[in-house]
């Protein structure tokens, strides 16, 4: 008799059933918790970036009708208008909105702000960090040197930035600009900054102001009494302007000199102003300084590397520009420079991160050494010097010397690279210059470096007893004194 029953089939099939639909269930509502958890993503993704995309708050579909509008509205005008443009070649029209026309105050959650600051934080400490959010910081030259300054700024969370400068980024300058693009190209740098920066960080408050800074505008341009003022300006006479209105008027200012012409990043150095050195940019400063009764309180970015013969110079101009008329005009404006700098680019940009380091630092409080001033060492260059003028003293009765501390440590760094000629020997307490040829001058041509002890036995033999130098040294003496001699030909023409 067969165990098949209909009541356990139709069991079955129940429970199959039942099996199913509870499966079935079970999927559509996995299906409905996925669909709403992606629906919530999207929606906060969008809420976010909503938030973050402040720089134009009108909807997608507002803004195209508006510059459709506006087009249409275009094509209506007379195509011949000409856009009006200020003294300076800027347009004056609404393509350049001022800060309060074109930025929305929104208030930002200090949670996220803090989170992006958070590793400034963790270095400045809280308290240092507060006084960076607090500060408020003038930016004077916004080209290769002052956009890595105000980017850095930015990023690190610096209060409020004024950014000043008066021209346009150009194709040439892409190379050294810290942000600026194609894009950017014919528009004002401080605005191209602006822009870019407002990306990073919207809660930072910029102020442009497409100007060219001078004595007139002075008072205006640096009211609000900045934490800091930043001169990363390459023309020596606003350069000047500037310094000395800061200077005179107590206000915190550091100062970028020439990063043209420059590739050593191991000699850029941070000093006062007096203690400048082997930069033509600098050393035209001082004296300017120096003439208004400024020697030292300024503080400076510099490159102590050398010119030479085989390295960038300023390029000069083409023949056929002198025959066609005045060289002054083809400056932006009038006392600016015309000739081209070379710049390598990553050069500016050091020198800006070097500026923005000192001002994070100084203004958060965070405990940095004296800056170590690299082969500037002053009191070994007046050992040298007290040395040689003693030797003149021995063997021709006076002490004056065409020379003097400066020359000693271009002599010392530069031309002997620190080392004696005859045993390669260094050490700041054991060289010494000494006449080289006894016929022949004090000059940068006749002297040379030696240790001590050599010295003494080349006062003895050559000096006094009259012996040839060439009788005295072999030939791989020789020539090293000659290529000295031959460079040094080549670096006077960039000295004073």
Sequence with gaps: MSSYSPIATTNRKFLFLAATALAATSAFSVLCTLTVQSYQRSRRLAELKASIDVGDPTPAVS???????????????????????????????????????????????????????????????????????DAFVVVVGCGGVGSWIVTMLVRSGIGKLRIVDFDQVTLSSLNRHACATLEDVGTPKVESLRKYLNKVAPWVEIETKVELWNKHNADRLLEGEPAYVVDAIDNIDTKVDLLEYCYKNGLQVISAMGAGCKADPTRIQIDDISGSAEDPLARATRRRLRLKGIITGITVVF??????????????????????????????????????????GTMPGMFGLAISTHILTHIGGYPVDEYIVGRNRTKTYCSVLHSLAGQKMRLEGSQKLPLDAEDVGYLVEEVFRGRSVVSR????????????????????????????????????????????VEDVYPQAVLDLVKRRFEEERGYSRFRE
């Design 303 to 344: 490159s102590s590397e050398k010119p030479g013969p085989e390295k960038a110079t300023l390029l000069p101009l083409d023949e056929e520009v002198f025959k066609q008329g005045k060289v002054d005009e083809l400056s932006v404006l009038q006392d600016f420079r015309a000739r081209i700098l070379p710049v390598l």
């Design 63 to 133: 803004r195209r009708t508006s510059v459709e509008d506006h087009s249409t509205e275009a094509s209506r005008k007379n195509k011949s208008h000409v856009t009006k443009l200020n003294e300076l070649g800027v347009p004056v029209s609404h393509s350049l909105p001022s800060i309060s026309e074109s930025d929305v105050k929104v208030e930002w959650d200090q949670v996220l702000i803090d989170e992006q600051l958070a590793r400034n934080r963790v270095f400045l400490g809280s308290e240092g960090l507060r006084k960076v959010r």
């Design 425 to 468: 020997e260094s050490g700041g307490n054991r060289i010494a210059l000494t006449k080289w040829r006894s016929e022949d001058g004090w000059t940068a041509q006749n002297v040379v470096l030696m240790t001590k002890e050599e010295v003494k036995m080349h006062e003895v033999l050559v000096l006094k007893g009259g012996e040839n």
